[in-house]
């Protein structure tokens, strides 16, 4: 743990030139590996105590790898390698072995444990490890409700039960409680480095909506989105998505939903007296953002934005409260989605509420708060029970009335925060005020 800090406030100290604390891709590569240490060693086992599975056995083939394998492999795979399985066994006693049926370890922590001269099929040398330890339950990664926890091909799961006894395979179940905890599970270590990930996406944002960037009448929503691609990629980043800008301003055209998800203008040219919108994540150490922030182009002659815009955005801020105030562990997400409306209902704020996980993927496993186009009830994860130590993207909006522009704007906002069990916070901050662009010197009388 001290030396992982000790990376990280280095590598922090030689970055501050550049206003970025990304680390070199060496280092990435041991936070990575130190962090899947602690999750094999000590979070997984807690795990298969808690949801009854002692054995998991997690195949796929190379590069067309289970969404759960991937966030199992050393910093330096990129992909399985041609068949790999890995078997994790947790015996009675609680001992615990991590095992891959491959022709060589993967990485430091998973030893390989197949004998080519006694099993030349790789099938059989599967079965013989699995009749040996005998286990009650095998999980294997098929699921109707997370595309994340259905990893396993319908190829690999007929040829593994072909091979199985008729004995040993009545002792096949769904890892789907499995590998959604393991997905959804941040740790100490994950969220000690969260705050970082999420300062860095803060800071692209405040110097993309801003006049470094934007050049009010020539600067085109489009020119922007690509400028957030090639900035993240400069950084040394990815992205899991691709950015999307959006303007609302004084005219007769209504954002409505669809417009705002897949119908909104390709190219707008950006124009003072704009409300801008950005949708933006950034993977770094395995790790995703995503968050939406708003910004104003100011009129000649303005020094703030409009007080009914100021207005739109604190009763967003409002609802985000009302959300996470419904945090509860053992509450569904369908439970939070509807007691949360009632309150905004009650407050009389226009809300739509669309939360969703968020760690080793973007759109992540685990409790579904609502969609954009589903405020009722998410069947299957949105069923799913809200647990302790884990982290979601506060994605929702609210539209509210601005009389000068004779229509509502909807202020989106996304921010990522983490439920520790009994309270929830923003991992990094969330936004409170409209940036303003352009953003004036204090010392510079306007």
Request: net charge neutral; with cysteine; aromatic share 8%.
């Amino acid at each position: 743990m001290q030396k992982l800090i000790m990376v990280i406030l280095l590598a922090s100290c030689l970055s501050q030139s550049r206003g970025q604390y990304i680390l070199p891709l060496k280092e990435q590569s041991r936070v990575v590996d130190e962090i899947l240490a602690e999750r094999l060693n000590n979070l997984l086992p807690v795990l298969m105590k808690e949801t009854g599975i002692d054995m998991w056995v997690v195949i796929s083939r190379e590069y067309n790898e289970d969404p759960v394998i991937k966030t199992m492999l050393p910093a330096t795979w990129f992909a399985a390698r041609r068949r790999t399985v890995l078997i994790f066994y947790r015996n009675a006693s609680g001992a615990f072995e991590k095992l891959a049926v491959s022709r060589y370890n993967v990485g430091s922590e998973i030893k390989a444990a197949w004998d080519m001269t006694k099993f030349p099929d790789q099938w059989d040398a599967v079965v013989d490890l699995i009749e040996k330890r005998n286990p009650a339950k095998i999980g294997l990664n098929y699921s109707s409700d997370f595309g994340h926890a259905d990893g396993l091909t319908y190829t690999e799961q007929k040829e593994l039960i072909t091979k199985l006894s008729a004995t040993t395979a009545r002792k096949v179940v769904s890892a789907e409680p499995l590998a959604v905890r393991w997905l959804e599970t941040r740790t100490e270590k994950e969220m000690q480095l969260y705050p970082q990930l999420i300062q860095i996406t803060h800071t692209i944002i405040q110097e993309g909506f801003s006049e470094k960037v934007i050049m009010p009448g020539v600067t085109t929503t489009n020119d922007l989105v690509w400028w957030f691609r090639q900035k993240i990629r400069d950084l040394g980043l990815d992205t899991w998505f691709h950015p999307s800008v959006s303007v609302q301003r004084n005219d007769p055209e209504n954002f409505d939903h669809l417009r705002t998800f897949s119908s909104r203008p390709n190219d707008e040219v950006i124009r003072t007296g704009d409300l801008l919108h950005v949708d933006i994540g950034i993977t770094y150490l395995r790790l995703n953002t995503d968050i939406q922030q708003h910004a104003y182009v100011l009129q000649p002659g303005e020094k703030a934005a409009p007080a009914s815009l100021v207005k739109a955005f604190e009763r967003a801020n409002r609802l985000q409260d009302i959300l996470t105030m419904q945090f509860t562990n053992g509450k569904t997400g369908n439970q939070i989605l509807k007691d949360a409306l009632a309150q905004a209902k009650a407050e009389n704020i226009q809300a739509v509420i669309y939360t969703h996980p968020i760690g080793y993927h973007g759109h992540a496993a685990g409790t579904t708060i609502g969609m954009w186009d589903n405020q009722v009830a998410v069947a299957g994860t949105g069923d799913y029970k809200m647990n302790a130590h884990t982290a979601y993207s506060i994605e929702l909006n609210a539209s509210t009335d601005i009389p000068e522009w004779k229509k509502p704007v909807r202020i989106m906002l996304e921010q990522d925060g983490y439920w520790d069990g009994k309270q929830f916070r923003y991992i990094s901050g969330r936004q409170v005020k409209l940036l303003l662009i352009p953003s004036h010197a204090p010392h510079i009388d306007n």
